[in-house]
């Protein structure tokens, strides 16, 4: 047992220290309660080595015990050790006691993620990811989460638990009000469940909040405001926004078209027009010019559009056939009669 130096310092090995211990334990067993034991393993944070051999030589005498086996899977999870974790969990889970039951599928569920983690094998993760799912749904139902929202939030996000993840948005909003990326999943989520208000709140916070986005946020804005039927405000909301871009100009337009506004949205065409970058385009947003002044009956006004764009076409061959339709349906047959010349000796031109 002993060896010495020069000193004749006693050294002790750890198989002799293992025996001291053992019979410690063994003492412990036959003087203290239980119940007392249970305390003491479970106070102790100091040695996780120590506080495993009291619970491994406790659970030999009292193997049922679930107290015991609920403190063994405690100290566990403290280490992340998940070495048969699994199987003491859900022998807890079919416990009597509901104290018992509860506490194992917490940790059963943190168990399951770290296990998750670790595995490569595809059709293990898809199995853990199942239940993974199961027991957060129990979770969350129960109310069995503790105060830490951001975790919540991030493992809801993980099992893809959209109930949660909203619930759990809302915490984290009142702590952290102006955070865009919450706003933004907040405001989707809600309108997912059918919060309209909670919506309408989430999306006032993002446009005040999210410099970044304004054009996305105006015609989220907009379109809210066409599901409730407000006709005149989302028409604001797109003329206060039509400046920011080429989509919500088009949006306008359509909008126009929509509430029977054809010579707005006929204008606003032509604007759109001289703001295009191609030929095809520039010629498809003339045609709308002169389509919707045609959609509202407005045919001497459109063949007077049409007309001023003549000379400009004359050598293109689907544009011109447009002008000479609008003409024809405008009963402008005195217009589609001299254009239609003028093609003839433009083309007779060009041959010679």
Not at 53 to 78: A, F, G, R, T
Not at 100 to 124: H, P, V
Request: glycine letters at 2%; proline letters at 1%; charged letters at 30%.
């Amino acid at each position: 047992m002993y060896d010495a130096d020069k000193d004749n310092f006693p050294v002790i090995t750890n198989k002799e220290l293992f025996f001291l211990v053992g019979i410690f334990v063994f003492i412990l067993i036959q003087l203290y309660p239980k119940n007392i034991l249970q305390k003491i393993i479970k106070d102790d944070h100091s040695d996780y080595a120590l506080t495993m051999v009291y619970l491994k030589d406790l659970l030999k005498h009292h193997p049922d015990d679930e107290m015991l086996n609920l403190v063994y899977l405690e100290k566990k999870m403290q280490v992340r050790d998940i070495n048969g974790t699994l199987d003491v969990a859900k022998k807890l889970m079919q416990s009597d006691k509901e104290y018992i039951r509860d506490k194992a599928t917490l940790l059963s569920f943190n168990a399951e993620m770290i296990k998750y983690f670790q595995t490569k094998d595809e059709n293990e993760k898809r199995r853990l990811y199942h239940d993974l799912q199961k027991l957060f749904a129990v979770i969350f139902v129960k109310k069995l989460y503790d105060d830490d929202a951001k975790k919540w939030y991030a493992h809801a996000t993980f099992v893809r638990h959209d109930r949660a993840r909203y619930y759990f948005l809302k915490k984290l909003l009142q702590k952290d009000p102006t955070n865009v990326d919450l706003l933004k999943n907040a405001y989707f989520l809600a309108l997912k469940f059918g919060k309209d208000e909670e919506a309408q709140r989430y999306l006032d916070a993002l446009q005040r909040y999210d410099k970044s986005n304004p054009q996305q946020w105006a015609m989220e804005k907009y379109y809210a405001l066409l599901r409730y039927g407000k006709y005149k405000d989302a028409q604001l909301v797109l003329e206060q926004n039509a400046n920011r871009s080429i989509k919500i100009k088009k949006e306008l337009a359509s909008f126009y078209l929509m509430r029977s506004m054809y010579k707005k949205a006929s204008q606003l065409y032509l604007e759109i027009a001289k703001e295009a970058r191609t030929k095809k385009e520039r010629d498809l947003y003339i045609k709308k010019a002169i389509r919707a002044l045609q959609s509202g009956n407005l045919l001497k006004e459109a063949s007077a559009l049409a007309h001023k764009y003549e000379t400009q076409y004359i050598n293109d061959k689907a544009m011109r056939n447009f002008i000479l339709r609008i003409y024809l349906a405008a009963g402008r047959l005195d217009w589609a009669d001299r254009y239609a010349k003028k093609i003839l000796q433009h083309s007779y031109k060009g041959i010679q």
